[in-house]
């Protein structure tokens, strides 16, 4: 299966890095069209709600159908949804619908690997996958960047101004975006070329009602198992802070380390560095079984977070980013895949994965609301960022001593 394996991990790269590089691209186009400042915090907004909206339903196609098939299917609306931003419609519009092809994709991207490979392989498979999607997010930003810059404006675009066949594009978002369609094509493409899995959990019915109280069901099976509640928990706690953690950098640095903003962006992607470090660490170090055994992990994390309004300098703060992202890794891999593994035990990988993303994004979105409520109370950074640490290092002992010694 090591060349199926490859196969899916192209493609997820190709796809990750097009979504990534796409949001940026998006916000420039924005720009151009001299649209309200408010619309590019809601441009993720738009993308995020797929997740939670369609949860009920994307699980249930993925396991209806070959994983692959439903990969291609969703990196071809993700394809359709970046043409039609390159054509015209609002860039609202085109990422949320390519947040529809991304909410059916990733049941499937994952669910796959517990379909090819063994459950002692599941970690390790999760750590290559994680890993993959954090090298596709810092180089989609980089990507992204370049591409919107002032060098392909003057030296792509003004050369393609004077063709007489230029396809409408001249500006850089323009040219960015017909790039980024090009990667879209290519995951699709390999897609293609996935192994083909029977199917193991089909649907008696497909009508919505059924859906739903399947997903309801499906819901309530993950929460009430107790290695499936623990990994659902944390799984959506790191999201949730997560996201929340990327923006409080960005107001953190400039008050604490006099960053400007580009500055500060570059900052927000050394937690990715660690990130992918701990995912590596933990693919080859925590064997599935003991995965419960790193939540030690995430409360030291926390405590590691709180570190951040005691630093005042640059380099203090990349080694603490550095740290707080092999931390996160090292206990999100073994979480990850026990989740995986308890879902495809109990209802079908597509499932639980759909109840995973619904529950993580429903995490952002609540986590993304208080960061925002304190803002607006008047709270300091710092003190947003002490309440963000303890936040995290108090739920995850909480979960620690319940779930502690359980195992599978």
Known sequence: MNRGFNTILSAQFFSSLADNALLFAAIALLKTLNAPSWQIPVLQEFFVLAFIALAPFVGAFSDALPKGLVMFISNSIKTAGCAAMLLGLHPLLAYGLVGIGAAMYSP???????????????????????????????????????????????????????????????????????????????????????????????????????????????????????????????????????????????????????????EATQLTAVVAVGLAIGSVVAAKAVPLEHAVKVLPLGIAMGFVVLAMVFVTDWRMAVLLLVLVGILAGSFLIPMNALLQHRGHQLMGSGHSIAVQNFNENLSILLMLGAYALMINAGFSIHAIVIVFGLLVSVTMGWLFKKHGHDQD
Not at 110 to 117: H, V
Not at 135 to 160: D, K, S, W
Not at 178 to 188: C, K, N, T
Not at 228 to 237: D, I, K, P
Request: hydrophobic share 55%; aromatic share 10%; with cysteine.
């Open 108 to 262: 499937a991207k994952y669910g796959i690997l517990t379909e090819c490979l063994p459950s002692h392989r599941l970690v390790w498979a999760n750590g290559w996958m994680e890993g993959l999607t954090v090298a596709a997010i810092i180089l989609g930003a980089i990507f992204g960047g370049l591409l919107i810059g002032h060098r392909v404006e003057h030296q792509v675009v003004e050369q393609l101004g004077a063709l007489e066949f230029n396809g409408g594009i001249d500006t850089a978002p323009e040219f960015a975006i017909l790039v980024i369609l090009g990667l879209y094509i290519v995951a699709a493409i390999l897609n293609c070329y996935i192994p083909k899995l029977p199917i193991e959990h089909g649907l008696p019915r497909r009508t919505p009602a059924f859906l739903v109280a399947d997903f309801w069901r499906s819901f309530l099976s993950l929460w009430k198992d107790p290695l499936g509640q623990v990994s659902l928990a944390v799984t959506s706690l790191f999201w949730g802070a997560g996201t929340s953690l990327r923006l409080i950098i960005l107001a953190w640095s400039a008050v604490a380390l006099k960053l400007n903003l580009e």
